[in-house]
């Protein structure tokens, strides 16, 4: 008896306490590949710009190249790089129009870059230009769930 319950707790738990995955799947087994930036120690907080995402809530995206991240839409000179593949996003922002062959994109989504430059920190803006699923000014998840704008 004992050693069902302690079973059925412990599955509670899990499910309890999954991170979520892509399109709020709880359980949903998402790696998000191998260049995910995690900071390791306060001294590796960015300086300047985004630091807390507005929601918990991750919106997962595909990006098709690797995009350059910056601590405010478009502006100031990158802070570090997102990779090509799956990552998760928090939120939006219209921007400056970022432009490639015939597509463009205004929206910037806010999300922790992979790999961070001298002096940034990983928490940036990547245009939304790069998304795989979608057209021109469109910032959606994988699941086509319109990602929310950030607050002011």
Same mark, same amino acid.
């Given at each position: 008896?004992?050693?069902?319950?302690?079973?059925?707790?412990?599955?509670?738990?899990?499910?309890?306490?999954?991170? =979520?995955?892509?399109? %709020?799947?709880?359980? &949903? +087994?998402?790696?998000? !590949?191998? /260049?995910?930036?995690?900071?390791?120690?306060?001294?590796?907080?960015?300086?300047?710009?985004?630091?807390?995402?507005?929601?918990?809530?991750?919106?997962?995206?595909?990006?098709?190249?690797?995009?350059?991240?910056?601590? =405010?839409?478009?502006? %100031?000179?990158?802070? &570090? +790089?997102?990779?090509? !593949?799956? /990552?998760?996003?928090?939120?939006?922002?219209?921007?400056?129009?970022?432009?490639?062959?015939?597509?463009?994109?205004?929206?910037?989504?806010?999300?922790?870059?992979?790999?961070?430059?001298?002096?940034?920190?990983?928490?940036?803006?990547?245009?939304?230009?790069?998304?795989?699923?979608?057209?021109?000014?469109?910032?959606?998840?994988?699941?086509?769930?319109?990602?929310?704008?950030?607050?002011?």
């Amino acid at each position: 008896m004992l050693t069902a319950w302690t079973v059925a707790v412990g599955v509670a738990a899990v499910l309890v306490l999954w991170p =979520e995955g892509p399109g %709020g799947n709880a359980g &949903g +087994v998402v790696t998000p !590949g191998p /260049h995910v930036a995690v900071p390791t120690s306060a001294s590796q907080a960015p300086a300047a710009g985004p630091s807390e995402p507005p929601t918990q809530r991750r919106y997962w995206v595909d990006t098709f190249t690797d995009a350059e991240g910056h601590r =405010e839409p478009g502006a %100031g000179p990158p802070v &570090g +790089v997102l990779r090509a !593949g799956t /990552h998760y996003v928090f939120c939006k922002v219209w921007g400056p129009r970022r432009s490639r062959g015939d597509a463009h994109n205004h929206w910037w989504l806010l999300t922790d870059l992979d790999e961070v430059y001298s002096g940034g920190g990983p928490r940036a803006y990547v245009p939304a230009l790069y998304l795989t699923h979608w057209g021109d000014d469109e910032a959606k998840d994988n699941d086509g769930v319109e990602i929310p704008t950030c607050p002011s």
